[in-house]
């Protein structure tokens, strides 16, 4: 069984560019995940959806990261324009099912702003 | 808000040794904790979930356990090797979410 699919696995920007990335969940996976990951921290919940649809995006910073899952598979998430403060590793995870379920994780893409 | 703390930050052993590291977090209303494995540059890797009403889960040399009432979990790993070492990263998820919230980590080094 294929894993979580993320790219690109690199990214430098300038600050006030703007950055996507994807993630390919596990197939048939209903939920995925975007988290951050700053250095030296646990990861962050920015966004869920179940299916197609969001279920929680309470700490996804609205006025600059965007995500969507279109047709219920793939995700992208966007930031415009980046700030410094976005220099993170960004994980995407998928879950087959909501509750009691482990969440399989990506390896990541590794963004720097500068 | 719950929070998740994780003790020692880092942690250095000689191989061979069992350790024990160290989770807790403040809201006892979990729905489960689960214990994951980052290695360098890698996503996270699931080693244990343990549901609310369990006590505790094993997997080979790995055993965690759980207790709610006082906010706590501890992996305990037997008999540690050079390739366990990693950053080892304890999660909770609240009743009604899927939301889970993670700790900072614990840095594991097992010397040869």
């Known amino acids: 069984e294929a894993g979580v699919a993320q790219s690109p696995r690199y990214k430098i920007i300038e600050k006030r560019q703007s950055v996507a990335f994807w993630c390919n969940p596990i197939?048939?996976?209903?939920?995925l995940y975007w988290y951050q990951q700053i250095l030296g921290q646990g990861p962050k919940l920015l966004i869920q959806?179940?299916?197609?649809?969001?279920?929680?995006d309470s700490q996804l910073p609205k006025d600059r990261f965007s995500a969507e899952r279109l047709k219920g598979v793939d995700s992208t998430l966007k930031i415009q324009p980046a700030k410094l403060e976005d220099s993170a590793v960004y994980l995407c995870a998928s879950s087959p099912h909501p509750y009691q379920e482990t969440q399989y994780f990506g390896p990541g893409t590794r963004l720097l702003v500068l | 808000k719950q929070e998740v703390t994780q003790i020692p930050a880092a942690l250095s052993v000689p191989e061979g040794e069992n350790l024990v590291l160290n989770c807790s977090f403040t809201d006892s209303a979990i729905y489960n904790l689960q214990w994951f494995r980052q290695d360098p540059g890698k996503g996270l890797t699931s080693l244990l979930l343990i549901q609310s009403s369990q006590r505790e889960q094993t997997s080979g040399r790995l055993n965690a356990s759980l207790d709610k009432s006082s906010g706590r979990s501890t992996l305990y790993i037997a008999a540690s090797q050079p390739g366990d070492s990693a950053t080892y990263l304890c999660?909770?998820?609240?009743?009604?979410?899927?939301?889970?919230?993670f700790g900072k980590g614990t840095k594991l080094t097992v010397n040869p």
């Open positions: 959806f179940q299916n197609n649809g969001v279920v929680d």
């Open positions: 999660a909770v998820s609240q009743g009604g979410s899927e939301k889970l919230v």
């Open positions: 197939s048939g996976h209903a939920t």
